[in-house]
């Protein structure tokens, strides 16, 4: 993105945003509501366009192709999204209609490789025993692995997370990690962009990180340089202390802080 702004009405939702991202890399999107983080999501998922600016997703110019050919390689996760899908569908239906990226199965186009990838994507993400259950009798815990699975159906070169751990319990977040962990390690090429507003949503694997705040960038670049209590703090507007533990990352206020 090159100078892109956002606006709706006489509301500017993004201004002067810069950001790069390449192949394989693993972002994380943080900033307090209505910074703008979902907006941005929608630029990146090709699904809005620019009030100004440039965008380009996947070697392709926004204005200048097919979104909807481009829209085919690009997997998008969020909360709301098992409230659109009919849950009396068993998981396996679930996960495979991301292959035609339908609310409804399209069985005439599922093959037998497209049955052994969705197989294989369960049980990437500890779901082979849901298989066969509806998913309206789901956790909302289970129910963010199985849509995680039903994204990558269509082998997407770029995933975007939007607050994918909204609403888990600490174990079904716990969970949820572990996946992308491991999702980073089976296919190294797959670039994501995570959103959240919690740095303990953060997986291991986040290599780089983007901070918004008024729709505008705080801080961005590799999380060791950017997830700083400095850059924090400006973002979320109040003192923020920062720790990094075995490969994650916390954040808390300073002892005796108040809001003002």
Known sequence: MQDVRLHRGRVWLLSEIDWRVEPGEQWALLGPNGAGKSTLLTLAAATTHPTSGSVELL????GRTDVRRLRERIGVVEARLDR????????????????????????????????????ELLELFGCTDLAAR???????GERQRILLARALMSSP???LLDEP????????????????????????????????????????????????????????????????????????????EVSRRDGRWWAHAPAGWRRG
């Open 59 to 62: 070697g392709e110019r926004m």
């Open 157 to 159: 070169r770029l995933l």
């Open 134 to 140: 509806p998913l309206g009798i789901c956790s909302q």
């Open 165 to 240: 751990a909204a609403a888990l319990d600490l174990p079904a977040r716990e969970a949820l990690l572990v996946a992308l962990e491991a999702l980073a390690a089976a296919d190294p090429e797959l670039t994501t962009v995570l959103a959240t507003h919690h740095l303990e949503e953060l997986p291991r694997t986040t290599t780089h990180a983007l901070l918004l705040h008024g729709g505008e960038i705080v801080a961005s670049g590799p999380v060791a340089k950017t997830l700083t209590s400095e850059a924090l703090s400006r973002c979320f507007a109040m003192p923020i």
């Open 84 to 119: 659109k899908l009919d849950d009396t569908y068993d998981v396996s239906t679930i996960v495979l209609t991301g292959a035609t990226g339908t609310r409804i199965p399209l069985w005439e186009r599922y093959d037998e490789q497209v049955k052994a990838r969705a197989e």
